[in-house]
């Protein structure tokens, strides 16, 4: 553990001189992190029984190679693969979706609420009486009370987050471009973050989109009482949850508990983005 964090640190360092005359991407293309190379990893064949993947008390790393995709009721000719739930005490549910051509999602179990985020292809979402179709890096937020579905004539990669809806607000229909929404100042934080829902009472998580350039890292070693479930959509650097470091890389997904100590640091020449579910508006007392 410590010569992992010796490197990290040598890396980090010699990164220095040149980060700021890096530039940020303008645009991010995720289509490789469901193509059906991405879950061999290493080569296995030679590793017989081994995964990357870790699970503890209050976090666990799901990487490629372990993603198990099957049918669920709700999505027609599409699988899933869950890789965070309420089984492990997380107040929500994280999955990939992978949509064939002429595939459809129905609306989340009654009182629960749904927000896509498009990793590849095109669908057509409709929310009540609105529809709107996504493009990759599109993203949609559908409340708990609206009747709704997604469809996909030819076919999508999809990262979905869902959860019963915690307040009593009244959110609305939401969907946008990522790269639309404004970099948001962060104290103290050098990455640039954007949130894709309004910071306002009436909705009671977020979704963070956050960029870092190589080299570039949290600052505040964080140690708070939200959840969170995360995807490296591109790039790879090295991940502390609670005493231990990870080197992790697109395609992993991450699930850390309250009060589990976290950290991350971009590593490598690819500028580094992730998303990021986080509960807000929750009361810690009754979160």
């Known amino acids: 553990m410590a010569s992992l964090r010796g490197l990290a640190l040598t890396i980090l360092l010699s990164a220095a001189p040149w980060l700021?005359?890096?530039?940020?991407?303008?645009?991010?293309?995720?289509?490789?992190?469901?193509?059906?190379?991405r879950f061999s990893g290493i080569s296995f064949d030679d590793l017989?029984?081994?995964t990357r993947s870790v699970y503890e008390r209050n976090y666990a790393l799901v990487t490629?190679?372990?993603f198990v995709f099957a049918g669920n009721p709700l999505w027609s000719n599409a699988t899933t693969a869950h890789l965070i739930s309420p089984a492990v005490g997380a107040n929500f549910a994280m999955a990939l979706v992978t949509m064939k051509p002429h595939s459809s999602g129905a609306r989340p179990p009654e009182g629960h609420e749904r927000f896509v985020f498009v990793l590849d292809g095109l669908v057509e979402v409709t929310a009540g009486s609105e529809t709107a179709t996504l493009h990759a890096?599109?993203?949609?937020?559908?409340?708990?009370?609206?009747?709704?579905?997604?469809?996909s004539a030819a076919g999508a990669g999809l990262l979905v987050f869902e959860r019963r809806y915690a307040v009593k607000g009244k959110p609305v229909f939401l969907h946008g471009h990522t790269q639309?929404?404004?970099?948001?100042?962060?104290?103290?934080?050098?990455?640039a973050l954007r949130k894709l829902l309004p910071q306002t009472g009436d909705y009671d998580f977020?979704?963070?989109?956050?960029?870092?350039?190589?080299?570039?890292?949290?600052?505040v070693k964080e140690v708070h009482y939200n959840q969170h479930g995360l995807l490296l959509l591109?790039?790879?650097g090295i991940y502390r949850l609670g005493n231990d470091w990870y080197p992790v890389q697109a395609g992993d997904a991450i699930w850390m508990a309250p009060f589990v100590p976290q950290?991350?640091?971009a590593l490598g020449t690819q500028e580094s983005r992730y998303i990021l579910y986080k509960d807000t508006i929750v009361d810690p007392l009754h979160g």
């Open 20 to 37: 700021a005359e890096a530039e940020r991407q303008s645009s991010w293309q995720y289509g490789n992190l469901l193509a059906s190379g």
């Open 48 to 50: 017989p029984g081994f």
């Open 64 to 66: 490629p190679e372990s």
């Open 137 to 151: 890096d599109d993203f949609a937020y559908f409340p708990a009370h609206l009747k709704s579905s997604i469809k």
């Open 180 to 191: 639309e929404q404004a970099v948001l100042p962060v104290d103290g934080e050098v990455f």
């Open 206 to 219: 977020n979704v963070h989109v956050m960029d870092f350039l190589p080299g570039q890292h949290l600052n």
């Open 234 to 236: 591109q790039g790879k």
């Open 263 to 265: 950290w991350y640091a």
